[in-house]
């Protein structure tokens, strides 16, 4: 099942990440870990940095990348991993990957490809958009995709706006991985906060599995933990099953 951990807030949750990111980096020697962007995982990579772990061996791929931004643009998703992960947690940046965007036509087979030859990936760290997406997968997104370009939903466009100067500025067309490329990961990490989360994430963990609701294919997965806040778990009908699961397992 989902493990779904219930934490107070995204300083916690960032703790309780950082714990299971490390264990998970400590299965191989040249672990590979999948990082997401987005303002979710920001405790983490923090929590993470704290930990002062030599890490310049890992391997990483991001989840995405706009497509149609200038090259070195602040918001390209290569620049943020490159602030918001690399620097801070002193990754070697020839290790860590993001879709190249330069390439869309052959670019998301070779990113496939380039996840495979890494031996594949460890621990596939994830946001979850409210209209359900994880990557770039929109509603509607095949549970079994591959990485590919695909559109932006408006909902997307919208949310993310807030990091560019207007809506317009905001890319229509992405890279993402896929839905299968994300399932093939060996243990899956989403991470939701926020009250404006809260429906979403049950239909994520709770609802049908469903391309409606592409987080849901979370619920195929063999080793997937789910880390919210107080906020985003309050419209889970079994959270007082996971609580006591949660400390059954621990
Ligand atoms: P957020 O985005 O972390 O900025 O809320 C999550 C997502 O869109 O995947």
Known sequence: MTRVM???????????????????????????L???????????????????????????FALDEYLGLA?????????VVDREIVRPLGLDPERVQTPDAADPVHGPARYEEAIAAAG??????????????????????????????????????RDNARFFGSLDEVPTRCITQGIGTIRRARR?????????????????????????????AIQLHPDATVIVDEAAASGLVYSAYYRASWLETA
């Open 6 to 32: 219930i934490v107070e807030d995204a300083e916690a949750a960032g703790e309780a990440a950082a714990e299971l990111i490390q264990a998970a980096l400590a299965t191989r020697p040249e672990p590979v």
């Open 34 to 60: 999948g990082i997401a962007t987005g303002s979710t995982p920001l405790t983490s990579w923090a929590a993470l940095a704290r930990r002062r772990l030599e890490l310049g061996r890992v391997r990483a």
């Open 71 to 79: 090259p070195g643009h602040p918001q390209s998703y290569r620049a």
């Open 120 to 157: 594949g990936i460890d621990l596939q760290l994830l946001g979850i958009g409210r209209n359900g997406h994880i990557g770039f997968n929109e509603p509607g997104s095949s549970l079994a995709s591959a990485t590919r370009v695909a559109l932006l939903s408006e909902e997307t466009r």
């Open 188 to 216: 899956l990490l989403l991470l939701a906060f926020g009250e404006h989360k809260a429906t979403v994430v049950a239909a994520a963990v709770e609802g049908a599995v469903s391309a409606s609701v592409p987080a849901s």
